[in-house]
């Protein structure tokens, strides 16, 4: 059988094996290029990497059943009510334990600060990824820059960016987004801070 198999290939002239092995080259040099996630770039690419392509059993569909999220209400928490506080608790408790995640409710941020922070993330996201990168979350660290994860996933990788910040309630490191950004990225980029 593998006789046979052999003598049934056809062979290449000399320049159809150049240019195969030109192929087979740039195939090899795409395959270990490292995977770059740019959504600006991305979303207008015809032929997208095969890592960022997931199969179609796995995308999303249109009729998605609608998905109940848990509501944290902390009006009574922040009044001090220990009752209040305790069912706070016991619900974060319970949405984490079944669903992973929760939208609070009645928590005390000024609308207009929610809503300039969203701008501000909507303006980051839109700059190029060098800028973007130079705040890339380094490994261990928690805090920083990441796309599409491609350190932790080789196939099917998703198709986001994250910046990510420490917190602290001690009055002392009320600007420590700002101060990140500052040091991370250069003072054009107070405003986001």
Known sequence: MAIDCMTNIQTMSQPQKQHQHQQDHKEHKE??????????LLRHQLNLPKQFIWPDEEKPCMNVPELVVPLIDLRGFLSGDPVA????ARRVGEACQKHGFFLVVNHGIDANLISHA??????FFEVPLPQKQRAQRKTGEHCGYASSFTGRFSSKLPWKETLSF??????????IVKDYLCNTLGQEFQQFG
């Not at 969203?118 to 303006?123: G, I, L, N, P, Q």
């Open 118 to 123: 969203h701008s501000f993330m909507d303006d």
């Open 85 to 88: 506080t305790m069912e706070a």
């Open 31 to 40: 395959d270990e290029a490292p995977l770059v996630f740019d959504a600006s």
């Open 166 to 175: 420490q917190y602290s309630a001690e009055e002392k490191s009320s600007t």
